[in-house]
């Protein structure tokens, strides 16, 4: 049994050794193998090092150029293709598509194509509402045309009043035309736009005559003077008119009377230019200039000429008076009329407005301020 036993161990410890012997080689062969493909791997690695500086070397090279240049082309194909054809279209737009035939229609009637061609033409949106047109028709009717900016509410104020409220188009414009006539009267016009609200800066003057449209006339208004809109066709006897002249024992003269509204009179002495003076809302003016001694007795003409706002005389009258003699009387009077003030008197009479407080002392005034039409008042001509 014994003997058994000491066999049986025996191959145990072989067949033990065995395999460890076989682990062995097992290991050992794996690593050889590893070995291998590691030298392989590096083998490889230094083979495309090899090759990338061949091909570094080769760029440098003159020889090679050509081959650099398909590299580039190669890699930036797309972009350069691109380029190409935004260059084309260019290209097509510059030269073919706006040398093609257009059509023109030609009118048989050149009138008709002038006013549609007026019609057409739009003037640009305002930031501030303006007038284009103001017009008065017939019966006192009036148009007023303007521009402010595109599909805004804008209001027109006839002497404050907001009279209409109209829409300005796509381009800005509006039109008004109120439905009743105006009566014979001074009229102040102005605009008014809303969100952002917004007053115009100019306003239109219309005087309706009672002669009709044909004697009226329209001024526009601006912070640089006045402009002629519509002047009148006509004038009647009483449209430029010469009321009173006074001659002063001090050697000046005054001239009042009435004229179109807004407008200037200019005044000649004999044929030499003695001054001018403006022509109040209700049609009254006033001019005191020095003119020297006036002899009793001779013969003188005053002429007086109407002027629209650029200068030019749309109407005169002259008068022609002998001088009388004078009373030695140290006063003149003078009538009040609608739109006088103080100052304006004693700038005629007196030469200085600032001494419209002799004026009032003379005649009890207690407010300056306040005189009343057809008022006579007393002048003290002498006074200093």
Request: glycine share 6%; aromatic share 8%.
């Amino acid at each position: 049994m014994a003997n058994d036993n000491s066999s049986n161990m025996g191959k145990t410890k072989r067949s033990t050794d065995n395999m460890i012997d076989e682990a062995i080689a097992n290991q050992q062969d794996w690593m050889s193998r590893r070995r291998t493909f590691t030298r392989r791997f590096l083998k490889t690695i230094n083979v495309f090092s090899k090759k990338k500086e061949e091909k570094n070397t080769e760029k440098t090279a003159p020889k090679q150029e050509p081959e650099k240049k398909r590299s580039v082309l190669r890699e930036y194909w797309f972009p350069i293709l691109c380029a190409f054809f935004v260059l084309l279209v260019a290209l097509w737009v510059a030269f073919i598509h706006t040398n093609r035939t257009q059509k023109v229609i030609v009118l048989q009637n050149p009138t008709q194509q002038v006013t549609q061609v007026k019609k057409a033409r739009n003037l640009a949106p305002s930031q501030i509402p303006v007038f284009d047109i103001v017009r008065i028709k017939k019966d006192g009717m009036i148009v007023v045309a303007g521009r402010w900016q595109p599909k805004k509410t804008i209001s027109i104020l006839i002497n404050n009043k907001i009279v209409a409220t109209e829409q300005t188009n796509d381009g800005g414009e509006f039109v008004y035309a109120p439905k009743n006539a105006l009566k014979p009267g001074n009229y102040t016009l102005s605009l008014l736009g809303a969100k952002p609200k917004t007053a115009s800066k100019d306003k239109v003057f219309i005087y309706i005559s009672e002669a009709g449209y044909k004697n009226s006339l329209s001024l526009l208004l601006t912070p640089k003077g006045s402009k002629v809109l519509q002047s009148p066709r006509r004038f009647l006897d009483g449209d430029l008119e010469v009321s009173k002249i006074d001659y002063l024992d001090t050697g000046r003269i005054v001239v009042t009377g009435t004229a179109l509204p807004r407008l200037r009179v200019s005044l000649e002495l004999n044929g030499k230019y003695i001054g001018f003076a403006r022509v109040s809302d209700y049609k009254n003016f006033g001019l005191g200039a020095d003119v020297g001694e006036l002899k009793s007795g001779e013969k003188y003409s005053l002429s007086v000429r109407l002027h629209d706002t650029n200068g030019n005389t749309i109407s005169k009258t002259t008068h022609e008076f002998v001088m009388p003699e004078m009373t030695g009387d140290s006063d003149t009077f003078y009538t009040v009329r609608r739109g006088d003030c103080l100052w304006v008197i004693a700038r005629n009479f007196l030469r200085r407005g600032i001494l419209f407080s002799i004026i009032a002392e003379r005649n009890k005034i207690e407010n300056p301020d306040l005189i009343f039409p057809k008022q006579k008042l007393q002048i003290p001509t002498k006074a200093k």
